[in-house]
Nanobody, 124 residues
Framework: QVQLVESGGGLVQAGDSLRLSCAASGRTFSSYTMAWFRQAPGKERESVAAIRWSNSRSNYADSVTGRFTVSRDNAKNTVFLQMNSLKPEDTAVYYC?????????????????WGQGTQVTVSS
């Protein structure tokens, strides 16, 4: 069982930065692909970024490429999402997800564990 707790959300202005953190419980964190998804009101949950368990290589949604960076610290069981140049369309609840040794990165149902979400609101 893995428990995920996100933090770092908030209200910012367009162009600002935020850093989300997701702390995971358990002793096999390094065996989990970690991902960030987001869901805006009235929209489906979408993949934002993911970082593989096997080689820490990352993938990004086209809409955030060049602005967001996902990273992980296996020693601290934590994954981060650095968000720069935020836009109003980035406004959503951001969820951290964990999938045991998965390589299919963008499909929500492949991730067995989810955090409670953290709200990010970007004003124009």
């Amino acid at each position: 069982q893995v428990q995920l707790v996100e933090s770092g959300g908030g209200l910012v202005q367009a162009g600002d930065s935020l850093r989300l953190s997701c702390a995971a419980s358990g002793r096999t964190f390094s065996s989990y692909t970690m991902a960030w998804f987001r869901q805006a009101p009235g929209k489906e949950r979408e993949s934002v970024a993911a970082i593989r368990w096997s080689n820490s290589r990352s993938n990004y949604a086209d809409s955030v490429t060049g602005r967001f960076t996902v990273s992980r610290d296996n020693a601290k069981n934590t994954v981060f999402l650095q968000m720069n140049s935020l836009k109003p369309e980035d406004t959503a609840v951001y969820y951290c997800a964990a999938g045991f040794r998965i390589d299919t990165l963008v499909v929500p149902r492949r991730y067995a564990y989810w955090g409670q979400g953290t709200q990010v609101t970007v004003s124009s």
